[in-house]
C-alpha cells in the first residue's frame, strides 16, 4: 500500500527558504512510470501545482515559480526547495504519488496523496 | 485565472444527482491530455476520484461518474450523500505549463 508523508517547519520567515521533505512506502521512485509531485493550497483557493520529478529524475515545475523552486530525490524520499519565502506562500502542502503515461513520458494523475504539511510564513 | 473553468458551488438534496462541469478555457494544441478529479473533504488530503476522463479508481463509490464532450468535462454524482460534501477539482496535463488545477466547485449536500 503507497503511502506519503510531509514534514518540514509549520513557521517560515519572510525571506527565507522553505525545505520540505515527502517520506514515502510502498513503490520505488526508480520504477518506470512513477514520479513524485508537490501541491500547495491556500487558505479558500485553489489546489497549486509546484513541482514534479519523475523516475529518470527528469524534473518539472510551474513556470511561475520556477526559478524559486528545486525538488530531488534520494532512496524514498523527495525534498522541495522553496526560496524567498513570503507570506502569500503560507499554504498546506502536499506531496503525492504520480502516475506518469509511457513511452511519451506524460504526467497522468495523482494518486494517493500525504496528509498535508501546513506552513505560515510571518 | 486557472485554464480549466469550473463553477463556485452546486448544491443538491440527498438522493438527487448534481453534475459539475469543467471547460478547458484554451483550444487544444497538440496531443489530448487526459482529464481528472480531485475530492477534499474539509480536514482530508484530497482523493483521486477519476482519472484518464472516466476511470475510477478501485474503492470509488459508483455513485461517482464523469464524460468528456469537447473541451468540457463533466462529473456526475448520483444519489447524493451528505459525505459527498466537499470540495471537487478538476485537472490535466497542460503541457509547457504543467499539472494544472480548476478552482474548484464547492458541493452542499
Known amino acids: 500500500q503507497i503511502a506519503l508523508k510531509e514534514s518540514g517547519p509549520r513557521l517560515v520567515r519572510p525571506t527565507q527558504t522553505l525545505t520540505l521533505t515527502c517520506s514515502f512506502s510502498?513503490?520505488?521512485?526508480?520504477?518506470?512510470?512513477?514520479?513524485v509531485g508537490w501541491i500547495r493550497q491556500a487558505p479558500d483557493q485553489t489546489l497549486e501545482w509546484l513541482a514534479l520529478?519523475?523516475?529518470?529524475?527528469a524534473k518539472l515545475f510551474n513556470p511561475s515559480l520556477e526559478t524559486r523552486l528545486a525538488i530531488s530525490m534520494s532512496g524514498n524520499s523527495v525534498v522541495l526547495t522553496m526560496t524567498k519565502l513570503d507570506p502569500i506562500d503560507t499554504a498546506t502542502y502536499f506531496c503525492a504519488h504520480a502516475n506518469v503515461r509511457t513511452p511519451v513520458i506524460t504526467f497522468n494523475y495523482f494518486d494517493p496523496w500525504g496528509q498535508g504539511a501546513p506552513v505560515t510564513v510571518s | 485565472q486557472s485554464d480549466l473553468t469550473q463553477p463556485a458551488s452546486v448544491s443538491g438534496s440527498p438522493g438527487q444527482s448534481i453534475t459539475l462541469s469543467c471547460t478547458k478555457v484554451?483550444?487544444?494544441?497538440?496531443?489530448?491530455?487526459?482529464v481528472s478529479w480531485y475530492q477534499r473533504r474539509p480536514g482530508q488530503a484530497p482523493k483521486l476520484i477519476i482519472y484518464?476522463?472516466?476511470l475510477r479508481p478501485s474503492g470509488v463509490s459508483h455513485r461517482y461518474s464523469a464524460s468528456v464532450s469537447d473541451r468540457t468535462s463533466s462529473l456526475t454524482i448520483s444519489g447524493l450523500q451528505g459525505d459527498d460534501e466537499g470540495d471537487y477539482f478538476c485537472?490535466?496535463?497542460?503541457?509547457?505549463?504543467?499539472?494544472?488545477f480548476g478552482a474548484g466547485t464547492r458541493v452542499t449536500v
Open positions: 520529478i519523475y523516475w529518470n529524475n
Open positions: 484518464e476522463d472516466n
Open positions: 485537472s490535466t496535463f497542460g503541457g509547457l505549463t504543467g499539472v494544472v
Open positions: 484554451k483550444n487544444d494544441i497538440g496531443n489530448y491530455q487526459f
Open positions: 510502498g513503490f520505488r521512485l526508480n520504477t518506470r512510470g512513477v514520479g
